[in-house]
T-cell receptor, first 114, second 112 residues
Framework: KAGVTQTPRYLIKTRGQQVTLSCSPI?????VSWYQQTPGQGLQFLFE???????NKGNFPGRFSGRQFSNSRSEMNVSTLELGDSALYLC?????????????FGPGTRLLVL | GESVGLHLPTLSVQEGDNSIINCAYS??????FIWYKQESGKGPQFIID?????DKRQGQRVTVLLNKTVKHLSLQIAATQPGDSAVYFC???????????FGAGTTVTVRA
């Protein structure tokens, strides 16, 4: 099976711009989660989607949003970019069976905000 | 707030020796624990998991131990190899939590 794929892999934006990141989960996985990874804060949960519905959301401002499509692919959007949004954005997918599930991560999108 | 944390930020180990990476968690409601390995430029890679109704689980060259009494999790790597050099994270979640909480990570460096 192909793993989780994320596009683009690298991105450079300037403050005030917006960005959209894309994630394709492992085939058959219906749950997609997004995480932000920075040297200072580590890995932090952004949100999780299942069947196009957001089931949980982390403590991030409203500038961070996401959505999931009927084919389980997901996008996240960050509006009005700030320098502190520079990070590695990771997507993870899981089968969401039995209430606890193993999440498998993609390679991430590295975003640099100038 | 509740969090999952690792005891040591770095660990240097001689090739061929066994490695032990520790993690303390504070959420007593945690039900599921996972160890991930992250190499430079890559996303976290699943190593092994354990559920709260177990104390020990073994994989290929890796063993995870869970002590719920003291809320402690450890990852043991047998016969550490250069390819084991990476950052190791413990993560946890509760049933129907739909998110993982990660520790800060331990950087393992294998000496030849």
């Amino acid at each position: 099976k192909a793993g989780v794929t994320q596009t683009p892999r690298y991105l450079i934006k300037t403050r005030g711009q917006q960005v959209t990141l894309s994630c394709s989960p492992i085939s058959g996985h219906r749950s997609v989660s997004w995480y932000q990874q920075t040297p200072g804060q580590g890995l932090q949960f952004l949100f999780e989607y299942f069947s196009e519905t957001q089931r949980n959301k982390g403590n991030f401002p409203g500038r961070f949003s996401g959505r999931q499509f009927s084919n389980s692919r997901s996008e996240m959007n960050v509006s009005t970019l700030e320098l502190g949004d520079s990070a590695l954005y990771l997507c993870a997918s899981s089968s969401s069976v039995g209430g606890v599930e193993t999440q498998y991560f993609g390679p991430g999108t590295r975003l640099l905000v100038l | 707030g509740e969090s999952v944390g690792l005891h040591l930020p770095t660990l240097s180990v001689q090739e061929g020796d066994n490695s032990i990476i520790n993690c303390a968690y504070s959420n007593s409601a945690s039900d599921y624990f996972i160890w991930y390995k992250q190499e430079s430029g890559k996303g976290p890679q699943f190593i092994i998991d354990i559920r709260s109704n177990m104390d020990k689980r073994q994989g290929q060259r890796v063993t995870v131990l869970l002590n719920k009494t003291v809320k402690h999790l450890s990852l043991q790597i047998a016969a550490t190899q250069p390819g084991d050099s990476a950052v190791y994270f413990c993560a946890e979640n509760g049933i129907y939590d739909y998110k993982l909480s990660f520790g800060a990570g331990t950087t393992v460096t294998v000496r030849a």
